[in-house]
């Protein structure tokens, strides 16, 4: 029985070094993600703004002056590089810090990289969490700077959009021009009719799957990491296996050792 518990730890020392290996490629393509993804941020929520003020509210543009003009371009260009030093910021450092977390009895690998399942799912979710909340955010300042001089509406409660982006989210296609959210807001009835207005409001809404698909780079680094995520779930799916093979052997042994004929 000792020996059977022997191959087993040998064996989930293989798969941990195995994952903390493909950890390393990952945390490589998600530096090499990050770094296009950040570049084509700054690019597309100038685009979304160009688009939303010469299409979506041209008079309202117009309307400004040429310093007003030149100086929401200049925010937004600061906006776009803010977003874009979050991304690059994301990026964790080479530490195994999940690793501490862990409840599992065996730790034998020598990777500095997480060589458990559970604890590199987490990084890897903690890092796209990141990235979702960068281009959240993005969107509403930029937003709310377009407020600010007058393109979009004053009154635009933020929580409206928030809530607009949720159901399109569940949409299967977005039309219109890439990352902006065009929806209908109701409006102060008319006293005679009694009949609620509805206004078309256009709003900048960075999409991350229409920025992986407008920029080959982003797109390139997304797929890179989808290959080593299927890796990763291969060996994740070895490695329960073995630590389900480890805890019944140990609980084989404890049985025989506390076992009594009498």
Known sequence: MARAVERIERD????EEAIGAVAAELDNAYASYLTALSQAVRQHLVLASYNLCTQGYPEHFLSLSFNQRQQLQQAIRQLGQQAADQLLDAHPQKEADAEAREDEELK?????????????????????????????????????????VGILPRKLPE???????????????????????NLLVETESDEQSGNANMTHITAIHLRLSEIEFADIQVRAGRNQIRNLLLKVNSL???????????????????????WSED
């Open 12 to 15: 989930i020392a293989v798969l």
């Open 236 to 258: 994740g799916q070895e490695y329960q296996k073995k630590q389900r093979e480890w805890t019944i052997a140990q609980a084989e042994a404890a049985w025989r050792a506390s």
């Open 159 to 181: 929580p409206l959009l928030e809530a607009a982006a949720k159901v399109e989210a569940s949409a299967e296609t977005v039309a219109g021009p890439p990352n902006l959210l």
């Open 108 to 148: 034998v690998s020598s990777s500095p990289y997480p060589s458990n399942p559970r604890a590199l799912a987490e990084w890897q979710q903690n890092l796209e969490t990141a990235i979702a909340l960068t281009l959240k955010t993005a969107s509403r300042d930029a937003n709310r700077l377009l407020q600010q």
